[in-house]
Every structure is written in C-alpha cells, then in structure tokens.
C-alpha cells in the first residue's frame, strides 16, 4: 500500500485528491495546523478512512518528526495562505508559508525521506502581467501580489531542489480551479453562494469587483488527477495544468444566475473597494505539455462547472434554512 501525506488536506484541493487517493489504495496521511477550533468540514465524509497529524510549516522540527514517523512515497504540498488579497493584508505572513515554508518541507524531506516523491502547488498568478498568451511553463513569471511573488520563489527552490539534490519534485503551475468546495472568499464561490442566497431572501445583492478580469476556470476535481500523474512519471518535472479557455468574471455571474433563474443586472453591485491593488487581467494556459506527457485532460466544462456550484450552494443553504 503506497502512504500519500498531504499537507493542506482540509482544504479544496486536499479534500479532492485524499478521495482520489483512497479510490486507488493509498494509505493517506493528512497534515494539519494546531488550531482551536478544527475546520475539517470538507474531509469530513473521509475521517474514517485518513490520518491526521499534526505539523506546521513554520516549523521546520514538526516537519523532519512527521516524514520520519510517516515514511511517504509520495509529499502533496497544497498547505498555503492560498487568498490573493490577504497577501497583501499579511505579506510577510504570506512568504513565511508559501515560500519559506516550502523550503522548510524540502529541507525536511531531503534529510530524512529523500526518496519521496514531492508535489509542489504552484500558481497561474505567478505569471501575473502574462508577457504572452496562453501562458506556458517557459512563459517569463511576472508577479502581480506578495501571493504571486512567494509561489515563484517555491516554484524556484522546489526547482532547484530537484537539480541539486537529485529530489524527485514536481511543480504544478494550476491556474484558476473552483467547485462546490472553494471557500466562500474565492471570487467563484463568492458568486454561486450569493445567487444562492438571493434566490432564497437571504440577500439583496451581490458586490462585485472588476467585472471584466478573464482567467481560466477548471473543476479541481479533475486537476488533482494532474497531480498524481506528475508524481507517477520517470522523472520530476513542472506542468501547466488549465483548460485553455479565458472566461471573464461577467461570464461567471451571467450564468450563475441564469442557473437561478434570475437577471444578474438586477443584483450585482461593483464595489471599488473589491479591485485588486495590482489587476491581473488575462490569464490562460497551455496545458498541452500535460495532455501529451501525463495524458490528462478536464472533464468538467465551464459552464457546467459554474452550474454545479450553484446548485450545490442552493441545496447547502435550503438545508440549512429547513433546519432553522
């Protein structure tokens, strides 16, 4: 039985690929943060058949005990401050996580389970004012956020761990992905929710930013397959893993609301105070080096993807409302 550790495992992405895991025998073990409160609400159906440690990517220590005592073929990296404006709010937070952190876990990795396979979760944002379009993984990094500029310097020493230290690490350079389970401050799931909730009378209507932005939206539950494929290849490598469509935050709420059966027009408000400090306006990928080497592909369209969301948030809250 293969042993899989997923940092980060109570998020979307995590949540996602543990099932994935489980479905092909894996034996998972899940990273999680001492908190007072636990949030494991997106794992929750899988509590039973995971293991949850615990450990901190702040602390280097956790780290080397937790590979030591798990002993894993295979590292999944998901753990991040993953929301771009809280970068800007807490950069310094935001680096310690997204890039030190990183460093700590390959520091760790390489002293005590040098023969694990490592996933790192990079980032479309990392492109941020794209110098051309679809972006590639030879495409130059020019970053719009503290977020941005962190995921590029784990994108480089996970790179540079893999070719000075002969590691087996891959970097996943996901752009947008969203489903059921995206937090609620995720422009995507912001929208599905706040149709849900207009629809229902729980809300008048719906702030939103710049309307206009295009980026390239996929199902997560088909992008954590693109991670595992990385990790079964001969040799460590960095992919594009995206759709090839640009679809604009327009597009998302005109069809999150046609699924409600409602005129966006009559509801949503922009919000100044929604933009973004540096605007990243056009990202797409070029996934084909994934399509050709790993042979993934998404499954899940745009459109139906957005019509998902919704129906799953109008269902949440229907219950919720049912149960007082």
């Given at each position: 039985m293969p042993i899989a550790l997923i940092t980060g495992i109570t998020g979307q992405d995590g949540s996602y690929l543990a099932e994935l895991l489980l479905e092909k025998g894996y034996r998972v073990v899940g990273m999680v943060r001492r908190a007072s409160t636990e949030n494991f609400e997106r794992i929750a159906h899988l509590r039973s058949r995971l293991e949850l440690r615990q450990a901190d990517l702040l602390d280097e220590l956790s780290l080397i005990d937790l590979l030591r005592d798990v002993r894993p073929d295979e590292v999944y990296n998901l753990a991040a401050q993953s929301f771009v404006p809280t970068s800007w709010a807490q950069p310094v937070l935001t680096a310690e996580f997204d890039a030190v952190g990183v460093t700590r876990l390959l520091q760790a990795v390489r002293l005590v389970a040098p023969e694990a396979r490592v996933y790192q979760a990079s980032s479309s944002e990392m492109f941020g004012r794209a110098r051309e379009v679809p972006q590639r993984e030879?495409?130059?990094?020019?970053?719009?956020?503290?977020?941005?500029?962190?995921k590029v310097y784990a994108h480089y020493i996970t790179v540079n761990y893999r070719e000075s230290y002969g590691l087996f690490a891959c970097s996943g350079i996901l752009f947008n992905h969203t489903s059921p389970r995206r937090g609620r401050e995720f422009v995507t799931r912001k929208i599905s929710d706040g149709v849900a909730r207009i629809k229902l009378g729980l809300a008048p209507d719906l702030p939103l930013g710049n309307l206009e932005a295009r980026r390239d939206f996929g199902f997560a539950g088909d992008y954590v397959e693109a991670m595992w494929r990385m990790l079964q290849q001969p040799e460590g490598d960095d992919y594009v893993v995206a759709t090839?469509?640009?679809?604009?935050?327009?597009?998302?709420?005109?069809?999150a609301f046609a699924t409600a059966g409602l005129d966006w027009r009559r509801y949503v408000r922009e919000d100044q105070t929604l933009l973004r400090r540096a605007e990243v306006d056009h990202l797409v990928g070029d996934a084909s080096k994934a399509r050709r080497i790993l042979g993934w592909q998404p499954r899940v369209g745009f459109a139906a993807l957005i019509e998902m969301m919704v129906r799953a948030d109008l269902e949440h809250l229907s219950g919720k409302s049912r149960g007082g």
């Open positions: 030879t495409t130059p990094f020019y970053p719009r956020s503290p977020y941005g500029v962190a090839g469509e640009a679809h604009s935050i327009r597009e998302v709420t005109e069809i």
